[in-house]
Nanobody, 115 residues
Framework: QVQLVESGGGLVQTGGSLRLSCAASGLPVRIFDMGWYRQAPGKQRELVATITSGGNTNYADSVKGRCTISRDNAKNTVYLQMNSLKPDDTAVYYC?????????WGRGTQVTVSS
């Protein structure tokens, strides 16, 4: 059974940092394209960052320079380091694992940035 479990969210002040983790079971993250998405209240889910099975990374313009996605194959975990957080970063952050035949989602972790 595939599971993606996010953790590391919380309440932080503007300018602070958080590191989100996505622990995967039932699938090897090294062969999946992994991503972080977020959804703020009243808004659609949007891409934050992705890392391909080959290690290529991609970031939304809104987080470029402030966030870093990484993968630890030994721990089967994907991370999102977020720095210089802003109130606009407040959202539920979801982990995604994708292959050409389908995808999996975690249940999300809440990030709240206070002004």
């Amino acid at each position: 059974q595939v599971q993606l479990v996010e953790s590391g969210g919380g309440l932080v002040q503007t300018g602070g940092s958080l590191r989100l983790s996505c622990a995967a079971s039932g699938l090897p993250v090294r062969i999946f394209d992994m991503g972080w998405y977020r959804q703020a209240p009243g808004k659609q889910r949007e891409l934050v960052a992705t890392i391909t099975s080959g290690g290529n990374t991609n970031y939304a313009d809104s987080v470029k320079g402030r966030c870093t996605i990484s993968r630890d194959n030994a721990k089967n975990t994907v991370y999102l380091q977020m720095n210089s957080l802003k109130p606009d970063d407040t959202a539920v952050y979801y982990c995604n694992a994708r292959r050409n035949w389908g995808e999996y989602w975690g249940r999300g972790t809440q990030v709240t940035v206070s002004s």
